[in-house]
Every structure is written in C-alpha cells, then in structure tokens.
C-alpha cells in the first residue's frame, strides 16, 4: 500500500545561480478528568461551522531556508558549500543584514559583492537552535554570466487544502488534517507564520492508479481568512479574520460516537461551491493519542467519482459528516486504490485549536 497526504502544495525554492532555482472538590476532579483523559469533554458541544471550502495556504520560514547544496566549478576552482553551510539551516544575517526572504538575500549578496568585491561573505545562521557565524562563497560565472553560491534555497510553501471547520467559541479554525511537510527535507515544515486564502479550484486532475489526481485552483491573496499558528501532525490551525462563507452550524461528535456505515465529505470540485459526496465508513480505529488514520471510507457517491475517480490532492481537511454531525476529516488516501481514504477524528482537531484560546 502506498499512503499519500493530501495537501497539494509548490515550494517557493531558489537555485541561487543553479540550473534551478496547536460538591466543589468533586467538579474540579471532573475538570481535570476532562482536560487530561479524554479530549473530546473538554467542553460542552457549542457546536461549531462546518467547512469544505478549498483554502490556499502560504506559511513562511523565518529567515531563508537552505534545502540543499551542489559543487560548482569556476576557473578551475571547485566551490563545496558544505564544507561552511549545511543543508536545514536557515540564513539570518548577510554581512550582519537582516533577510527574511529570498529577495532581501539576493540583495545583499550583490550589494557585498559590489562594494566589497569579495567572494567569501560573511553570513549568520539558525543550526538546531543555535546561531552560527560563517560565510559563503558567491563566485561570478563569466561562461553563465551569473554569481554562483551552491546553495538551493526557499522562504515560504503554499499549497492547496481544505478547511474543516470554525470554531465561534474562541474564532480558531482547523484545516488540512495533517501536518504541512517541507518535501525538500522530508519533515514537518517549521513555519514560524503563515496565513489562509480563498482559493477557486479551477480545474480535476483525477486519479489513476498509483498517481494521485489534484485539484488546481487559483488562491486570492488579496483576502486573508485567517492567520497559521500551529502546524501538527493532525492539521494546521489559527485564528479566523472572517468567515469564507455563510457556512451552516453543526454539532461535532466524538470518536466513540462514529460507527461504520454512511457519511459525507464535504468539499469543492468547482469554483467555491461546497457540495456534500456520499462515502462508506468501513473501519474504525479507536485511539489514545490523536493520529491521522482513524477512520477508514470508501467513497461511493457516483458523481464525485466520475470526476475525480476517487480521493484527490487538495482534499485533505474535507469534513466528514455522519447522522448530522461532524465527525472527522480527510487526510490521506490509497494511492494505488483512490476510492479508500483516511480520515482524522474531529475530537483531535478540536483538541488542538482549543489550545489556541
């Protein structure tokens, strides 16, 4: 079985000069109860709005993050970048100039280079923590007529998913179901800011066997819904600005309420229409630590399978419904069997924006 997450998502990254760029003793002890064994009692059922609507999602490093380093060879000279930088650190300084993004990067690596006329420039870099002071060679290549420093680089991810749900008690939200990976470096990406967009899915990429389809939507920058404030196993979560829609006010249920049987996912095929898609819950899997299986489904519902054939990238976060509550997300499906998904039990999620408060 080949498990794929859902999130469909491009990488800002940058070759620099490469080929390519969350009585009263008794109600107390109930309390506590509540808060450390079972996450779903941490607070009455408030209810809480129902998503499905496709999000674009930016979140950005806090500095500019090397991916990877290659050799190059100037006059002769064989430049190893390793040998002073190391790939999963994150440039903070350039000649003690703050950057935050790839542009302020590429700025100050050609102001030194114009003023100093050097080729080793002095950097500061975030290692596991700790800042460390060193340099890097950026060498003009008179054959490419381009500076070269060996480094792959990026400052941001944005990517395509689904919100699952508000949360009007305290104005948090979650979406997506499971973590934001860096693909780069094969790990939870670690974001210190990000934000959620409006996206418009434009156009179905369906499945095929072993090749997961996506959807291909277009994100409005212009509207911020909300701010990214964890990113975790179980999905990413913040505090909303506004509402995306007039969405509809559910009760949610527990894990221990969920049973095999009928359901619906919630989600967007075209444009910015939520719309409801039958699925068939087959397993269960009850747990003690919130994971990303715990609900097994196979989708049945004829009209999403004609035009998607099954689960697809940009779906993961889509809510899950069963006896009018909500229930669950999608998170991952079986690439080289589309119609079977995953999904996360909402009790987690809420856990985690709960948190946020």
Not at 246 to 263: C, F, I, R, T, Y
Request: aromatic residues 8%; contains cysteine; hydrophobic residues 35%.
């Amino acid at each position: 079985m080949i498990f794929f997450d859902l999130f469909h998502l491009t990488q800002d990254k940058l070759a620099l000069g490469g080929d390519t760029l969350s009585k009263k003793f008794l109600i107390l002890l109930s309390c506590f109860i509540c808060l450390f064994i079972h996450p779903s009692m941490i607070c009455a059922n408030e209810g809480i709005y129902l998503g499905g609507d496709s999000v674009g999602i930016e979140v950005s490093y806090d500095g500019v993050l090397i991916s990877g380093t290659y050799h190059f060879t100037i006059q002769n000279k064989t430049y190893t970048p390793e040998t002073y930088i190391q790939k999963k650190d994150i440039i903070k300084k350039i000649n003690g100039v703050t950057v935050t993004n790839i542009a302020d990067m590429q700025r100050e690596l050609l102001t030194y280079q114009r003023t100093q006329s050097k080729d080793s420039i002095p950097i500061t870099v975030l290692r596991k923590n700790q800042l460390i002071e060193t340099s890097l060679f950026n060498v003009y290549d008179e054959t490419d007529k381009v500076y070269k420093c060996g480094l792959y680089v990026k400052d941001k991810i944005v990517g395509v998913g689904t919100l699952t749900y508000y949360d009007p008690s305290n104005h948090t939200y979650g979406a997506l179901g499971h973590e934001i990976m860096d693909t780069d470096l094969q790990e939870i990406a670690d974001i210190q800011a990000g934000s959620i967009y409006p996206a418009n899915v434009s156009s179905i990429q369906k499945a095929q066997q072993n090749h997961a389809g996506e959807k291909r939507a277009t994100i409005d920058f212009t509207r911020v819904l909300g701010t990214i404030r964890e990113n975790t196993r179980i999905g990413i979560y913040g505090t909303y600005v506004q509402l995306g829609r007039n969405a509809p006010l559910m009760e949610w249920a527990d894990a221990q309420s969920v049973h095999k049987g009928k359901a619906q996912l919630y989600t967007v095929l075209h444009g910015d229409e939520v719309q409801a898609f039958s699925i068939n819950i087959t397993k269960i899997h009850h747990q003690h630590i919130g994971d990303v299986k715990g609900i097994e489904f196979i989708v049945d519902d004829p009209v999403l399978l004609a035009q998607t054939n099954g689960i697809i990238q940009g779906m993961s976060g889509s809510p899950i419904v069963q006896d009018n509550k909500i229930i669950g997300a999608v998170t991952h499906v079986i690439t080289n069997d589309p119609i079977h998904g995953y999904g996360v039990f909402i009790e987690w999620m809420l856990s985690n924006s709960k948190k946020l408060a």
